[in-house]
């Protein structure tokens, strides 16, 4: 049986993630599903889950994994919220949206939020910290100056979630058409959580040393 468990959805796809992590991939995370976690699993992933479909899982889930020695680690959605409110009891935070949730540049769950298909994971929506490094690039670009890039992201912000897209922004502001035609988009939550299992493999391996050194040589005194 896998000791590594990851919870994940439209944010990346189950083949990329395979490439980087062996591990059971599972659906995102609701309320409940981390009291079903086997006792043999050593490490937890969380990157997505779900906002308003089902129950949000809650912080005070994490707790018990976390004292028994599991070792959880959140990015790029709800894994980066979760990990934000409990970094300091113990969850591995990891990439860009999550030290945004940290230090209050982020503050809502919409941030993350998107529409997708329940049955492919194709999203149907961008999420608004996605659309934000967009106008960020655009601004360095100089296609749009900063007072513009400000309007904008409070324009988006503003929009109910299923309803932002790169084309609204478009629409919002046609300078950004050709711009966003001919470059590469960023996606912070996908870079994010292909960070996570970076350092989930990492810490497998770290803590597979261990043991074995362990075994080997018997416990420090």
Do not use: W
Request: net charge neutral.
């Amino acid at each position: 049986m896998l000791d590594t468990v990851v919870y994940l959805g439209p944010t990346l796809s189950r083949e990329v993630a395979e490439k980087v992590l062996t591990a059971e991939y599972l659906p995102p995370i609701c309320r409940g599903d981390l009291a079903r976690v086997r006792e043999e699993v050593q490490f937890v992933g969380i990157v997505d889950g779900e906002f308003y479909q089902r129950l949000a899982v809650s912080p005070k889930e994490l707790l018990p994994l976390l004292k028994r020695g599991v070792k959880v680690f959140g990015a790029s959605s709800m894994g980066a919220l979760r990990a934000a409110e409990t970094y300091h009891l113990g969850t591995i935070g990891i990439g860009k949206i999550f030290a945004m949730f940290r230090d209050g540049i982020l503050d809502g769950d919409d941030e993350v939020a998107l529409v997708y298909e329940p049955e492919t994971y194709r999203k149907l929506s961008e999420p608004l910290v996605n659309l934000r490094c967009a106008l960020d690039m655009a601004a360095a670009a100089k296609i749009i100056d900063e007072e513009e890039r400000d309007r904008l992201v409070l324009q988006m912000k503003s929009y109910y979630f299923p309803e932002r897209s790169h084309k609204a922004l478009q629409r919002l502001c046609p300078a950004l058409t050709s711009y966003f035609r001919d470059s590469v988009l960023p996606d912070v939550k996908r870079d994010d959580a292909l960070e996570l299992l970076v350092a989930m493999k990492n810490a497998r391996v770290t803590q597979r040393e261990v043991t074995a050194q362990i075994q080997f040589y018997g416990p420090l005194k």
